[in-house]
């Protein structure tokens, strides 16, 4: 399985070019978009030690990572939150899910990393789930991401093995599509109010993807940077083992190169860090994942 259409990464070098090439990211937010869901910049005037890009979950847009991106920005920081396509429309349904395709979203998420290259000395990416499946395809891709903290990533289903997974994304992307129902609990009480409240079927097979084939390549070749996956122990919808399996490769392809972290004290609860989700426990997993950043 692979991805056609890889982004060539161009990374700025001066805090001007990542200025207006943030200001071209941020023009594809149209009237379509609602406020919430468009891409986020924080930087000061000048060079940052360390520039961080922040990747958003399906269904979800950049308002889910803005308090953690202000925590980051007050310590020194600057932070992209690129609005992923198909993602951030006033209309909740999810119905602007319906189009995307893997190499989009890999060619928004590489833009944004382009863009922190110039806003800081040291780059480093974090995102929740299929965010974090897409950072860690681009470590592969790329030579400048000093440290990846992969949140829950979304290399694979709950309870499928690895076949299935790739099963899945055949059937799911050949099928009519279809959107089903973001709704965990059966209440809607995990919606965050800026998300869609139904993500599209071939949205998922585009994701899982991308996912399956960062899994793929962590089997032979090297990532850049260390990488940190932070798992937990009861997660509920991505495959832990699988997330496993994948650091134990890069660790076999360039040994010191990644860490396993299993959280035992949260809920069964997969989005981790959207402030507004009541089974978040933010107040453990902030400061966890700021260290990890900042490490």
């Known amino acids: 399985m692979s991805i056609a259409n890889v982004p060539i990464a161009r990374p700025e070098h001066d805090l001007a070019g990542s200025r207006e090439r943030f200001a071209a990211l941020a023009a594809r937010d149209d009237d379509s978009i609602a406020e ?39 310590r020194g920081s600057a932070v992209v939150i690129p609005r992923l396509p198909g993602h951030g429309a006033r209309d909740r349904r999810g119905l602007a899910l319906a189009t995307i395709v893997p190499a989009d979203v890999l060619a928004t998420a590489n833009e944004a990393i382009d863009i922190a290259a110039g806003l800081g000395d040291r780059v ?127 660790e076999d392809v360039r040994a010191g190169s990644t860490r396993v972290m299993t959280w035992t004290d949260l809920p069964a609860n997969h989005d981790l860090i959207d402030p507004t989700n009541a089974l978040a426990r933010i107040d453990l997993v902030y400061p966890r994942v700021l260290a990890e950043i900042e490490r």
Not at 39 to 67: D, I, K, M, Y
Not at 148 to 163: D, K, S, T, W, Y
Not at 220 to 242: F, K
């Open 124 to 250: 480093v990416v974090c995102g929740l789930s299929i965010g974090s499946a897409i950072a860690s395809w681009l470590t592969f891709a790329r030579d400048d991401i000093a440290r990846n903290v992969a949140l829950v990533p979304f290399f694979g289903l709950h309870g499928f093995p690895e076949i299935a997974d790739r099963l899945a994304v055949r059937v799911l992307a050949t099928m009519p599509n279809r959107f089903v129902p973001w709704d965990p609990r059966g209440d809607g009480g995990q919606v965050p109010p800026y998300a869609y409240s139904h993500f599209a079927t071939r949205a998922l097979a585009a994701m899982l993807h991308i996912g399956l084939d960062a899994v793929a390549r962590g089997r032979a070749l090297p990532s850049s940077g260390e990488t940190v996956v932070c798992l937990n122990a009861r997660e509920p919808a991505i495959d832990n083992g699988l997330a496993r399996a994948f650091a134990r490769r890069l």
């Open 36 to 74: 919430t869901g468009r891409s986020r910049l924080f930087a000061g005037e000048a060079r940052a030690p360390r520039a961080v890009v922040l990747l958003h979950g399906l269904t979800n847009c950049p308002q889910q990572w803005v308090p953690f991106a202000q925590m980051l920005a007050a």
